[in-house]
């Protein structure tokens, strides 16, 4: 009787560590379960952009890579829009609007009073 009693625990762990070890390959494939931070990437950020984005929650705090990301991407998206105001408001780009504005009415006098009644 002992006998088979050591027998059925003797079973009974090989069988605990075959499934622990994964020999028995009853243990499904493990998925993320997490969605990655998603960014538009064909255009350039809107507010509504920001307002929807949610950060992943890790073990101490939120995910450094999508944070990481996200700042990265608000940086660049940032520097672009600063490139574009200061080509603006530079002073050729105001030079040449303001020439072509003034010779506009010199052309206008020169073609004479309008025929037109």
């Known amino acids: 009787m002992y006998f088979f009693l050591a027998l059925v625990i003797i079973a009974v762990i090989i069988a605990i560590a075959l499934i622990a070890a994964g020999s028995t390959d009853t243990l499904a494939e493990a998925y993320p379960d997490r969605r990655y931070l998603e960014l538009p990437a064909e255009r350039s950020l809107r507010p509504a952009d920001l307002q929807g984005v949610r950060l992943a929650v ?60």
């Open 58 to 117: 890790g073990f101490r705090g939120y995910r450094m890579d999508e944070v990481d990301h996200l700042l990265d991407r608000l940086a660049y998206e940032l520097e672009l829009r600063d490139i574009r105001i200061a080509e603006l408001e530079s002073p050729d780009a105001a030079g040449e609007d303001s020439n072509a504005v003034a010779a506009e009415p010199e052309a206008a006098e020169r073609a004479g009073p309008s025929t037109a009644t």
